[in-house]
């Protein structure tokens, strides 16, 4: 069975910074493209970022860039999200995906909760 589990969110001031961790079970963890996606009240769930099963590809959407860091690490089986510099609008509930492909998002996360405020 496979379980990805997030932590590490909370409040946070703007400006600030928060590093997401999702750790994953239950799946051959290099043979996944893992994502952040993210969900605010009344918006429908957004890729944020996404890494290659090697790390060696990213995509950031154009509202992070620069300010936030997908890395994992596959003898861990985790992925991370570093995230800086934090706007009010980066206020969401994260949520860790993992997928053969980037268009084909298998197992979610139970999500975490980021608040930053102004």
């Not at 069975?1 to 997030?6: D, K, M, N, P, S």
Request: charge should be positive.
């Amino acid at each position: 069975q496979v379980h990805l589990v997030e932590s590490g969110g909370g409040l946070v001031q703007a400006g600030g910074s928060l590093r997401l961790s999702c750790a994953a079970s239950g799946l051959t963890f290099t043979r996944y493209v893992m994502g952040w996606f993210r969900q605010a009240p009344g918006k429908e769930r957004d890729v944020v970022v996404r890494i290659s099963w090697s790390g060696g590809s990213t995509y950031y959407a154009d509202s992070v860039k620069g300010r936030f860091t997908i890395s994992r690490d596959n003898a861990k089986n985790m992925v991370y999200l570093q995230m800086n510099s934090l706007k009010p609008e980066d206020t969401a509930v994260y949520y860790c995906a993992a997928g053969r492909t980037s268009g084909d998002w298998a197992f979610w996360g139970q999500g975490t909760q980021v608040t930053v405020s102004s």
